[in-house]
């Protein structure tokens, strides 16, 4: 990969149930405007394995795809906001990323997650053990720049407003459902201003 000296490089996360495919377009979107993008796929995508064993793998594709020391940005959606928030507060993550930017992920847990009994889904119920672990120490993050980029028409987050984060920036599309924020011209341009901030 090569690195882009003017920005930081961007890893991109995806969903549940989802590959890095999913964010190709908002990927094809940045690298036009001079980004250089990576991403990976987090594997088993359905929740079968805990989010932070996901966040140990996503520490090694960093790992692999990055020179040693090079800063990098993350930009990560829905269940992949959860996992990336392990790898920052509890991996070291926080040492090496510079801005952070959830698309319409669960911090405060989806009541959606109750339908999937797994690993993953039980870890991003309301109240869970994991996520109560990672709120109790989020001002964390304000290390970094931070920005929520969420939508008050989520049926995927429930409530909506779970999506944001009480660090950084807060952006508000209202884009109708929750797949449609990985394609929305609108939250291509909040996700690029904020990493030109």
Request: charged share 20%; glycine share 4%; net charge negative.
């Given at each position: 990969m090569t690195v882009n000296n003017q920005r930081n490089p961007v890893l991109l996360l995806h969903g549940?149930?989802?590959?890095s495919d999913a964010m190709a377009r908002l990927g094809s979107y940045l690298a036009g405007r001079g980004w250089t993008v990576g991403s990976m796929d987090m594997?088993?995508?359905?929740?079968?394995?805990?989010?932070?064993?996901?966040?140990?793998?996503?520490a090694k594709g960093i790992e692999n795809q990055f020179p040693t020391g090079q800063p990098i940005d993350l930009v990560c959606f829905s269940m992949g906001g959860i996992v990336a928030r392990y790898y920052l507060q509890r991996l070291g993550g926080i040492e090496r990323v510079r801005r952070f930017i959830t698309i319409s992920a669960p911090h405060h847990g989806t009541l959606s997650a109750y339908f999937r009994l797994n690993p993953a889904g039980r870890q991003m119920c309301p109240g869970s053990p994991f996520l109560t672990d990672l709120n109790?120490?989020?001002?964390?993050?304000?290390?970094?720049?931070?920005?929520?980029?969420?939508?008050?028409?989520?049926?995927?987050?429930?409530?909506?407003?779970?999506?944001?984060?009480?660090?950084?920036?807060?952006?508000?599309?209202?884009?109708?459902?929750?797949?449609?924020?990985?394609?929305?011209?609108?939250?291509?341009?909040?996700?690029?201003?904020?990493?030109?901030?």
């Open positions: 549940i149930d989802d590959t594997t088993p995508n359905d929740g079968a394995h805990p989010l932070d064993l996901l966040a140990q793998l996503v109790r120490d989020v001002q964390k993050l304000g290390k970094l720049q931070v920005t929520s980029i969420w939508t008050p028409f989520d049926l995927m987050i429930l409530p909506a407003w779970s999506s944001r984060l009480p660090v950084g920036e807060e952006v508000i599309v209202p884009v109708i459902l929750h797949p449609f924020m990985q394609s929305d011209d609108r939250v291509f341009a909040a996700v690029e201003k904020a990493l030109s901030s």
